[in-house]
């Protein structure tokens, strides 16, 4: 089992725009990772408080394959001056060890994660990441 994070931002709190971004975030985490929706165990959907017209999980029940994955949505604690309009994802699924995770974390949600982001180009040197939170 492995896990994989990912977090991505949202241009507003409508019912489209979480719809887009999170259909963005899962489209990213399925190519980069061949992750096919059999291989997922559970995914958590944390939002931050100001984003409330949708829940993540209700978007990726929408995706093929995608309505017997255990999912989960949950606020994510507030701490003051942290990204707002965010929406971040935990994921475990059956992958092999041997198989490298990319975590993808994508418009603002990079700052949190720069050395995660997909925009760094992969270097064959660096070894697999393994989830650290």
Not at 41 to 54: C, G, H, K, M, Y
Request: hydrophobic share 45%; net charge negative; glycine share 2%.
């Amino acid at each position: 089992m492995r896990a994989i994070r990912g977090a991505t931002t949202v241009s507003e709190n409508t019912i489209a725009a979480i719809r887009e971004a999170v259909t963005e975030l899962l489209d990213e985490l399925e190519q980069r990772n061949q992750l096919q929706p059999e291989d997922i165990i559970s995914v958590t959907f944390s939002v931050t408080r100001d984003l409330d017209a949708i829940f993540p999980a209700a978007i990726a029940r929408e995706r093929p394959c995608w309505d017997n994955v255990a999912m989960l949505d949950v606020q994510q604690m507030h701490v003051e001056g942290s990204l707002q309009r965010c929406v971040r994802f935990l994921i475990h699924a059956y992958l092999p060890v041997s198989t490298p995770i990319h975590h993808i974390y994508l418009r603002q949600a990079a700052n949190l994660r720069p050395d995660w982001c997909i925009s760094q180009p992969l270097q064959a040197s660096q070894p697999a990441i393994k989830s650290k939170v």
